[in-house]
C-alpha cells in the first residue's frame, strides 16, 4: 500500500503515474489527460505541491517530471508524508530524501 502524505490528494497519485509513464508534461497536457479530471488551474496546484514535498522536478515552463522518490512512491517504497524511504529492494532504510541527495 502507498504511504501517501496527509497533504495529498487522489489526484497527485494520477500526476505521478502519468508523468511516470509517459515522461516529462507541461501542466496544460496532464490537465488534458482522460484519467485527470480537474482544471488545468489544479493541477498546477497539484504539481508545484508535488515538487515543493520532492516527488517532481519542475523542468520550467510549466513543465514537470517524476523524480525516483517520487516513483519509489510509487513502488511503495516511499513514506510521503514523513520523507522516508522504506525497506525493501536495496531502498535506503531510515534516510529521508534529502538525506541521500546529500550523501
Same mark, same amino acid.
Given at each position: /500500500?502507498? =504511504?501517501?502524505?496527509?497533504? /495529498?490528494?487522489?489526484?497527485?497519485? &494520477?500526476?505521478?503515474?502519468? %508523468? &511516470?509513464?509517459?515522461?516529462?508534461?507541461?501542466?496544460?497536457?496532464?490537465?488534458?489527460?482522460?484519467?485527470?479530471?480537474?482544471?488545468?488551474?489544479?493541477?498546477? &496546484?497539484?504539481?508545484? =505541491? %508535488? +515538487?515543493?514535498?520532492? #516527488? #517532481?522536478?519542475? %523542468?520550467?515552463?510549466?513543465?514537470?517530471?517524476?523524480?525516483?522518490?517520487?516513483? +519509489?512512491? %510509487?513502488?511503495?517504497?516511499?513514506?510521503?508524508?514523513?520523507?522516508?524511504? #522504506?525497506?525493501?529492494?536495496?531502498?535506503?532504510?531510515?534516510?529521508?530524501?534529502?538525506?541521500?541527495?546529500?550523501?
Amino acid at each position: /500500500m502507498r =504511504k501517501s502524505g496527509t497533504w /495529498m490528494t487522489i489526484w497527485d497519485d &494520477r500526476i505521478l503515474e502519468t %508523468l &511516470r509513464k509517459e515522461g516529462g508534461k507541461p501542466v496544460g497536457e496532464l490537465a488534458e489527460e482522460d484519467g485527470i479530471r480537474i482544471s488545468h488551474s489544479s493541477v498546477s &496546484r497539484r504539481c508545484k =505541491k %508535488l +515538487a515543493e514535498h520532492g #516527488l #517532481l522536478t519542475p %523542468l520550467g515552463n510549466g513543465v514537470y517530471t517524476i523524480t525516483d522518490s517520487g516513483k +519509489a512512491y %510509487l513502488d511503495e517504497e516511499y513514506d510521503a508524508e514523513n520523507d522516508v524511504y #522504506l525497506n525493501g529492494n536495496g531502498s535506503r532504510d531510515g534516510q529521508t530524501a534529502s538525506q541521500t541527495s546529500e550523501s
